[in-house]
């Protein structure tokens, strides 16, 4: 019985370290990005030095649509904007002129081990 309590306990735990690399249900991330996320994670797992460890991907809602934004901490050039479909979007174009300032609901898709931002 001591044996079947211990399994029962091991098996408990080690499910409950299985842990899920997204921060928001996987129904709200679009395949793209989900496919992205896994090909970063097996380059960190292959490549530790890679400098993927420290980025992070960021939904935003503009305009009653998501945005994700991909930040990496050491670029100085700043994030990256994708539309929900992938497409990369230029801050700089029309319609997305006040993206920054119109931008709210901040939601973490996905962390490196390493990412330090807020």
């Known amino acids: 019985m001591k044996t ?3 399994f029962v306990i091991l098996v408990f735990c080690l499910s409950a370290c299985t842990k899920d690399p997204f921060l928001i249900p996987t129904s709200e991330i679009p395949k793209w990005l989900q496919d992205r996320i896994t090909r970063d994670e097996k380059i960190i797992k292959s490549d530790p030095k890679s400098g993927l ?15 994700f934004e991909y930040h990496n901490m050491i670029w100085s050039s700043g994030p990256e904007y994708y ?5 990369k979007i230029l ?5 997305y ?13 996905w962390k490196g081990p390493n990412y330090f931002g807020d």
């Not at 992070?56 to 945005?67: D, E, T």
């Not at 539309?83 to 497409?87: A, E, I, L, R, S």
């Not at 002129?97 to 898709?109: A, G, P, R």
């Open 91 to 95: 801050l700089i174009n029309e319609p």
């Open 97 to 109: 002129l006040d993206y920054n300032s119109k931008k709210c609901c901040k939601k973490f898709v």
């Open 83 to 87: 539309d929900f479909d992938g497409n």
């Open 4 to 6: 079947l309590i211990s």
């Open 53 to 67: 460890d420290i980025t992070a991907w960021i939904r935003y809602k503009y305009n009653n649509s998501y945005y």
